[in-house]
């Protein structure tokens, strides 16, 4: 790929990570969104995940090709190793490698964090069709992740019923007196932040 780059998100990036996101929204049931949202709340999210986690685009020939974050795995203080995660590449750029660069980028930015599980949410047919295949399952296996569990019919979106399920990597070791997970503006402020690749 020429002149590749995984750089940090900015909230400037909002407008065209949307229009990556937005065909997602509106001709699959990968996300189960149902309507595109604005600008300005694309960008609010952007801000919300960089409080606390690294929120990472991909850029080739200084064009956003993808994008990946983290975010809560669940509130409480008990989940603050886990981590759920989320990723979309452009639509006419899949399959070129650009979603294993994204996810290796991610972990190596949360094992900084001293982050041990990662997480996948991911809407999964019963059998697949126009909107919904299980390419995203076989990706996540691909990269090491393995099936914890699946809710049947609790998607509604295009006047049909999906699936959901998770997908669970562990990134870390676990201990019994574990570090203290550091959000990502410390490992900013610390000057440890994204190594661009």
């Known amino acids: 790929m020429d002149d590749f780059i995984i750089r940090l998100a900015t909230e400037a990036d909002a ?103 990662v997480n996948a949410c991911i809407a999964c047919p019963e059998t697949e069709d126009e909107y919904l295949t299980r390419d995203s399952v076989r990706f996540h296996e691909h990269l090491g992740y393995r099936m914890v569990g699946e809710f049947h019919q609790c998607g509604y979106k295009f006047k049909r019923w999906y699936n959901m399920v998770w997908m669970e990597k562990t990134i870390g070791d676990h201990f019994q007196h574990q570090p203290e997970v550091l959000w990502w503006p410390e490992i900013e402020a610390a000057g440890n932040g994204l190594e661009e690749s």
Request: aromatic share 14%.
């Open 15 to 117: 407008a065209d990570l949307l229009g990556i996101y937005a065909p997602y929204v509106e001709q699959t049931a990968i996300t189960f969104e149902y309507d595109v949202p604005s600008v300005s709340e694309f960008r609010s999210r952007i801000r919300r995940v960089k409080e606390r986690y690294p929120y990472l685009v991909a850029a080739q020939n200084g064009v956003l090709v993808g994008y990946a974050y983290a975010g809560a795995f669940h509130e409480r203080a008990a989940y603050h190793w886990a981590v759920e995660t989320s990723i979309y590449v452009r639509m006419d750029c899949k399959h070129q490698g650009i979603g294993c660069k994204l996810y290796h980028a991610l972990e190596r930015a949360l094992r900084q964090q001293g982050i041990l599980n």
